[in-house]
DNA sequence: CGCACGTGGTTTTTT
DNA sequence: ACCACGTGCG
């Protein structure tokens, strides 16, 4: 068997895959085989009997990547991988959590906040503490507290030497402290209440550190320190670290992620050698050659040079267009072309930096008839109605939970408006109680909404006197519990969610939006049974954490043969026949917000290297002169990321306009094409002689060095935008603002 | 209570 | 340009 199983491994991956029981950290580059070594890895250390099943411990990031190495074992060995713990960082939590909730200090039917759940609980908890909100933006506590708590530190744990930072630990304080009176955990408490959960107790800890001998990390370069030294608790001193990563695909570090933990674990785990999956099976040699020499200007690499034994192929494809329209109608042709010559439109991509660019391309591809799909977006159980069912389930569950009967109680509206609401939240402070028992007690259509809750709860199940939890159809006390989806068939009907859409429905103005979340709300149902058959679990709980847990995919249908529009973050880990790359411009790719970021432009480059290396045989570069942002029109320079490609790999499409051997004007960086900007070109040039354009570098004697990215109005009142090194992007009135051409 | 209008923000994102 | 959110009116 094992012949099968190790037969086709390149000798790196063999190395990797059947390396004796000790840590390692595998340094594998884009498209290196770097999953199938992973599951190769779990396959032949239970195959040659060096660990069970029981024994293993494989996390990843993605619920995809997880189902992915449970797919890919299950078809390497006979085995049962139900058993085996395979999953993400939250989800290993989550089941750690549950196993043991009185050790952690958590309710058993604990509930999971999505981030649009945490917000609105910040939201309250700043209310409360009455919490300035225009000098605390809620959305920058959220990235405090979460910050902080992928730190591993606690609120009190915070180094707050500010008045400013001391009044936000208060409110991560109390925020902490209302989630536990509500029984509710978001995504980074998960972490960090488990890896307090094993650091405290020793008893469990050295359990699960006994039951591990192997811990394989994927994607190991986006891990944040506290997944870090969660992994560390885990693995223990026996058991053996399988960490594989690649560097120069750390695109993640403005969530938290640090790379440095690649070589903390060389440190702390001694790992003498890092085996360096280098061969590339996906792309022809000159998108290798492009990626590796964009990457090489990157500083404090661990080092690796990727290689493929398909030589050569098509040179990259540089297109210059005026505008954002017309790159986009360049691509549409050069779409149409392809699709003629037989490649599938689901083996093309189009790749930009931010989601507003797709706006653009979508519309050429509307109007050219051609099927594409965005990813990324609201996923499925972010909607709006989903949420609020899940609502009505959350809080027949468990009714401290605050969130969810405040999103509720007055949806559909039964009269319960504003004022009660707050009466409701003055009363459960009074008495330091929840808001549902502050409910019970009060009147009028409050008891009602409180009476519709329990007879709900009632008419399904006795959650609360169910033993374990563990669902299975244990009848309860009092009646019987119903089938997962019938619970929800019955809230959904019962709640008055279904009738008020089907109100909303007569409106048409509202009909189509209606139709589609009453189509959701029957999705839902639908999700609930193949939640039942496929984990062979139907409690309630286990439901809703799996709709916290794994929010679906972003649309439902994998559609016949469409285009993949998405960004490039989300195409990380996905690869296609031809990638087209677009807004390849100064400001948008690399970002305008990495320039004052310490070490943004490397990860941009790094985001461009993991752009490049999408694509399998064809590679197209497009840029524009100018583009509608932000409802105004720019002018951008070409990317720096093009000046870094070797010329001999580029063919240019669009024509070139200004010779290359001027070092700045290298990308045909001439002035804007007149049709482009016949208002905005600025002939005129009070301030320092020379004519003003776009692409020129100036000095400025306070701002330092930078060049022009705008130009606006003439005369006197001619003004430039100029992009600073240092001191970023500013418009400057050359009347006044003395520039320097250089 | 619900709708109309105004205002501000607008990189990337998984769990 | 566009969207999400918050306030003020009928």
Redesign the pocket.
């Given at each position: 068997m094992n012949t099968t199983l190790l037969s086709g491994l390149n000798p790196p991956q063999l190395q990797a895959v059947t390396l004796p029981q000790q840590s390692a950290l595998v340094l594998a580059g884009a498209g290196s085989g770097k999953t199938r070594v992973l599951t190769t890895r779990i396959a032949w250390l239970i195959s040659t009997g060096a660990v069970s099943p029981h024994g293993i411990l494989a996390v990843t990031?993605?619920?995809?990547a997880a189902k992915e190495m449970v797919v890919r074992l299950s078809a390497m060995l006979p085995i049962n991988t139900r058993g085996m713990w395979i999953g993400?960082f939250?989800?290993l939590c989550n089941r750690l959590l549950r196993a043991h909730f009185r050790e952690a200090n958590l309710p058993q039917t604990f509930q999971i906040l999505?981030?649009g759940d945490q917000l609105s609980a910040i939201?309250r908890v700043m209310k409360a503490l009455n919490v300035d909100d225009e000098k605390f933006p809620p959305r920058e506590l959220q990235n405090f507290i979460s910050g902080s708590k992928e730190q591993g530190l606690r609120a009190h744990e915070v180094e707050a030497y500010d008045p400013y930072t001391r009044r936000k630990v208060e409110v991560f304080a109390e925020y902490d402290a209302q989630c536990q009176r509500e029984g509710v955990v978001d995504?980074?408490e998960l972490l960090l209440r488990c890896f307090e959960l094993l650091s405290r107790n020793q008893q469990l800890r050295e359990h699960y550190q006994e039951r591990f001998r192997h811990v394989l990390v994927d994607e190991f370069q986006d891990t944040s320190p506290l997944q870090y030294q969660w992994l560390k608790l885990l693995a223990g001193k026996h058991a053996a670290l399988f960490a594989v990563g690649d560097d120069d695909q750390s695109i993640?570090a403005?969530?938290g992620a640090n790379v440095g933990n690649m070589q903390e674990l060389l440190r702390d785990f001694q790992v003498g050698t890092v085996i360096k999956l280098e061969q590339n099976y996906r792309s022809h040699g000159n998108i290798l050659d492009a990626a590796n020499a964009l990457i090489a200007n990157n500083r404090n690499r661990m080092g690796k040079n990727l290689w493929t034994a398909e030589h050569g192929g098509e040179p990259l494809r540089v297109y210059e267009a005026p505008n954002d329209v017309e790159e986009a109608n360049f691509i549409v042709g050069e779409i149409k072309q392809l699709k003629s010559e037989g490649v599938k439109l689901s083996e093309m991509a189009l790749l930009y930096?931010?989601?507003?660019q797709s706006?653009v391309l979508e519309h050429a591809l509307v109007s050219a008839g051609l099927s594409y799909r965005v990813y990324?977006g609201l996923r499925f159980f972010e909607r709006q109605e989903i949420k609020h069912a899940l609502a009505y389930l959350r809080l027949m569950e468990n009714t401290d939970d605050d969130n969810a009967l405040l999103r509720i109680i007055?949806f559909p509206?039964?009269?319960?408006?504003?004022r009660s609401i707050e009466q409701l939240q003055d009363a459960a402070k009074q008495y330091n109680t929840t808001l549902w028992d502050a409910a019970a007690r009060a009147g009028g259509k409050v008891t009602a909404f409180v009476a519709l809750i329990e007879s709900l709860r009632a008419a399904t199940c006795d959650l609360p006197l169910h033993p374990q939890g563990a669902g299975r159809g244990v009848p309860g006390a009092f009646g019987s519990t119903l089938p997962l989806p019938e619970i929800i068939e019955h809230v959904l009907e019962h709640s008055g969610l279904l009738a008020h859409y089907r109100a909303e429905k007569e409106s048409p103005s509202k009909r189509r939006e209606a139709e589609e979340r009453l189509e959701n709300l029957a999705e839902l149902v639908t999700a609930a049974t193949l939640f039942v058959h496929e984990h062979e679990e139907d409690s309630l709980t286990a439901f809703l954490t799996h709709a916290s847990?794994?929010?679906g995919e972003h649309q439902a249908g994998d559609q016949d043969d469409a285009l993949h529009l998405?960004?490039v973050?989300?195409a990380k880990g996905l690869e296609f026949h031809t990638v087209f790359i677009t807004g390849l411009e100064e400001g948008l790719f690399p970002?305008q917000?990495?320039q004052n970021?310490d070490g943004g432009l490397d990860e941009e480059r790094r985001l461009m290297y993991v752009a490049i290396t999408r694509a399998r045989r064809r590679l197209y570069l497009t840029f524009a002169q100018s583009r509608?942002l932000?409802?105004k029109v720019g002018y951008g320079m070409a990317s720096c990321f093009l000046r870094e490609l070797p010329d001999e790999l580029l063919r240019w499409l669009s024509p070139r306009v200004v010779q290359r051997s001027n070092p700045f004007a290298a990308f045909g960086y001439a002035p804007p094409a007149p049709a482009a900007a016949t208002q905005r070109t600025a002939q005129a040039s009070p301030g320092g002689g020379g004519v003003w354009r776009i692409g020129q570098r100036v000095f400025h004697q306070k701002f330092g060095e930078g060049s022009i990215t705008g130009v606006e109005g003439g005369g006197a009142d001619a003004r430039v935008q100029v992009n600073f090194k240092h001191a970023g992007s500013k418009w400057l009135a050359l009347e006044y603002a003395k520039l320097t051409q250089l």
């Open positions: 990031f993605t619920n995809k993400t939250h989800g999505d981030s939201k995504f980074s993640y403005f969530r930096r931010s989601n507003a706006r990324g007055n509206t039964r009269g319960i408006g504003a847990l794994e929010a998405m960004t973050h989300a970002h917000n990495s970021v509608m932000h409802g």
